[in-house]
């Protein structure tokens, strides 16, 4: 197949585009909407882009690889990361402490993990009537139980989100190959998308949100795609279902291109380990009765979107979602394009690359997934859109890792 000579340098244009449109370009007063088209239109193109790239690989692990003076240098620098992080995190936790007053993603997700480790197992999902006179929690079990061990040793449970967000940048540094110009911006987008989480805090994932875990399975999931190993990536896709439905369109989309590429074994162990990771982290911990009630929750949605419009309307222009041109009245109509579009763009991106013969296409099918799945949102709260910008950060790195040793 024919690979684009300029096509390492458009993706990483393209990722300047979407990465700036959910950081520093948000703070232009008005300008919210546009940027929020801009930001759908990148994240396209990249999907589109890694179609063209070559075939996409982990580079070969060994344990003499880990003896190498880089490594030694990428465990530093990671070292500092950790370092840095931990300081700002400090700052944060005691600028936010978990409140209800603050967010009440948190406060909820304590709640349920309390009732884990007291044993009401069956209760976990019951109605919390002292948050906002009666809350009913609808994070599902990979979103909160990675919480229960700090909230049963009274560790402040958002550390748990940082080491998530730690993980996804330290896959990022052992990756990365500095070198060419093209490999030092991408090093500088990844340091500002890095001072914007941590630093800066606008989206509040290191003080109030829970989308570090997120973050961290679906790097998971990238590397999963990219190695081929069908059971660490059955394992990634549970993880990432079982905390965000974001994923619901893309999966049956996936497992279509298996059966496409005769990949029985790959189809197997994948079905096999969703099966397995369903019934251990839903089924055994909550039962039957919980995911039959959680299964209806969805429909409650757009109602939510409305009380949110009503209570808070800032967040639908502070943010880079479609929301805001289709307004309150048009909730349910924004609902139902994203239930429609999140199950049929995959799939229908996954048959026509494959007839244009395009590479990457599990992976470029799962950038697109959730450029349009985050992009029709009901409500589009900030914290959510940059599970999708790490999935560019790393296919990028892999990227160029792979032109500059196929050009050395």
């Avoid at 449970?157 to 080491?163: E, K, P």
């Avoid at 039957?288 to 959680?294: A, K, S, Y």
Wanted: aromatic content about 16%; hydrophobic content about 55%; charged content about 10%.
């Amino acid at each position: 197949m024919y690979h684009p000579k300029n096509l390492p340098a458009g993706l990483l244009l393209l990722f300047s585009v979407e990465t700036l449109c959910v950081t520093w370009l948000l703070k232009i007063p008005g300008w919210v909407p546009f940027f929020s088209v801009l930001y759908g239109l990148s994240g396209i193109g990249i999907a589109i882009g890694l179609t063209q790239a070559p075939e996409l690989h982990l580079p070969a692990l060994s344990r003499r690889a880990w003896t190498l003076p880089v490594n030694h240098y990428r465990s530093v620098v990671v070292g500092l990361m950790a370092l840095a992080t931990w300081s700002w995190c400090q700052y944060w936790f005691e600028e936010m402490p978990i409140d209800i007053t603050n967010a009440d993603m948190l406060p909820i997700i304590k709640v349920m993990g309390e009732r884990f480790i007291a044993g009401q197992h069956g209760h976990v999902y019951d109605i919390i009537p002292w948050i906002w006179k009666g809350t009913q929690p609808i994070y599902l079990p990979a979103m909160w139980l990675p919480y229960v061990p700090a909230i049963f040793v009274g560790l402040d449970m958002r550390w748990i989100a940082v080491a998530g967000l730690l993980f996804a940048f330290a896959v990022f540094i052992f990756l990365y190959r500095p070198g060419k110009y093209l490999n030092f911006f991408l090093g500088v987008l990844a340091f500002l998308l890095f001072w914007w989480i941590v630093a800066d805090n606008t989206a509040g994932i290191v003080s109030v949100a829970e989308e570090g875990t997120v973050i961290g399975y679906y790097v998971l999931l990238v590397l999963a795609l990219v190695s081929g190993r069908p059971w660490l990536t059955g394992l990634a896709i549970s993880l990432c279902m079982l905390s965000r439905y974001a994923l619901v369109g893309w999966i049956p989309a996936y497992l279509g291109w298996l059966a496409m590429e005769k990949k029985w074994r790959n189809l197997s162990v994948i079905t096999l380990m969703g099966i397995l990771c369903f019934v251990l982290l839903f089924l055994l911990p909550v039962g039957l009765d919980t995911f039959i009630r959680l299964a209806k929750l969805p429909g409650n949605y757009v109602a939510f979107a409305g009380r949110v419009w009503k209570d808070s309307p800032d967040v639908f222009s502070t943010a880079p979602g479609l929301a805001w041109f289709f307004g309150p009245g048009r909730v349910g109509l924004q609902h139902s394009l994203l239930i429609g579009l999140s199950f049929i763009v995959p799939p229908l991106f996954i048959f026509v690359g494959r007839r244009l013969g395009g590479a990457n296409l599990p992976l470029a099918a799962l950038k697109l997934a959730l450029v349009v799945f985050f992009s029709f949102i009901d409500v589009p709260y900030l914290y959510l859109f940059y599970t999708s910008s790490f999935i560019s950060l790393l296919a990028l790195t892999l990227l160029l890792r792979q032109t500059d040793l196929t050009s050395a």
